[in-house]
Each structure stands twice: as C-alpha cells, then as structure tokens.
C-alpha cells in the first residue's frame, strides 16, 4: 500500500497556513517548498524522500508523512502545554521548526538500485541537521527558530533543548520516529516469522495492515497477505 502523498501535501499546506506570523510563513515555505540551493547532486522530492536510510520511515514519502506527524505532533503537545499545565508556547516558531526540522534529508539519502536508500555523497560528510542550520542561519530565520533546528535531536546533537518550543518539537520528532521503526520492525519480524523471507516495508500502510492481519487472523492472515 503506497502513500497517498497527495493528501499529504495538502495537509502539509493546511500547517503552513497556520504560521500566523505572515514574514515567517514566507520563509518557511521558501525553504520547505521552493527549495533552491546549489549543493553536490540533486535533492530528492519531498514526495519521494525517505526520513531515513533504514531506522524510521525509510521508504518514498517518508519525509513527508513524517514531517506532517511530528507537525501535528507538536501542535497537540502545545495544546497540553498550555490547556493542562499553564504554559505559554510560541505556536508560530514551534510549529515553524516542526515543519523544517528534515527537510535537508532531501540531499542527504540516495536510491539504491535494489530498493532502500545510501548516503548521498554529501551525506557521507554532513548531516542533515548541519545543512539546515547552515542554511536557514543564510536565510536569515529568527534564532530562537535555528535552535529548534539545532536542537531537535536533543542528547544526541551537538546542543539539547533549551526552550519550550525546542523541546516540544524534539519530543515529537522521537515519538514519531520511534513509533515508526518499532512498526516497521514488528511488521518485517511477523512477515520472516511466517514465510522465512526478508523484505523491506513499503511504507507504514503496509506494515500495518501486516501487524493487524496477525490480530485478527493469526499467521495465516501475515501468510495471505506476502504470498499472494
């Protein structure tokens, strides 16, 4: 079962419209949609990129169904911040950073021949959280924005959050990348359980509906699905 990247891309636009601030907006969609920067080797479309080589939604479209997660992630968590603990959060600059915080996985992976994905040459020499930190400091983004950027991989980049919205956004990004891998995983672990094969998911859809034919019909529900 394939993404359907068009309904994606709308709810990708629908967040965009919610940046109230309209100069943030603009800039945030510039590098987000109308991406123009001159790097070794060509970036792949947002609709084709994974959002990882093989850990978390690394499939075509990736990127895009996990941008949009961790956005609507961090708009919810927002929503607790301020409805059930009192907090105050800059919606604008944390939904801003939800949206940016992979899109330089564009020019960081490349599809191998056989199916999954490589480094690209420059993602043999720099991740993805560098390129965009270095790219949106170029653009002039506001720097309580290249935090959320620099920070989103919390103890495991070069700075951990050290503002509300970073860390909202960090939470998301974990969340929503670790409930992907343990889907993908469960789902390829039942499929070599039942027919001895390995295989990669085409997507979380796929994995998915793998884990809940298991549910409902034991193993031969996960044996319909890969041997037909």
Known sequence: MSLNTQRLKAEL?????????GELRKLVEELLLKTEITLEGEPLPLEE??????????YPGGLLQHTVAVARLTLTLCDLIEELYGGEVN?????AGALLHDVMKRYVYTPKPEGGYLSAPIGERLD??????????RRGLPLELLHIIAAHHGDRGPIEPKTLEALL?????????EMSKRILRAAEYLVKAATGRE??????QEALEIIMAKAR?????VRRLKET
């Open 217 to 221: 019909e034991g193993w031969e529900g």
């Open 199 to 204: 295989i990669r998911m085409n997507s979380s």
């Open 169 to 177: 956004v960090y939470i998301a990004d974990l969340a929503d990348s």
């Open 128 to 137: 993805h959280l560098t390129l965009l930190a270095a790219e949106a400091y």
């Open 49 to 58: 990129a994974p959002a990882g080589a093989r850990v978390h939604h690394a």
């Open 91 to 95: 919606r604008d600059l944390a939904l």
């Open 13 to 21: 636009k629908r967040l965009l419209r919610l940046i109230e601030d």
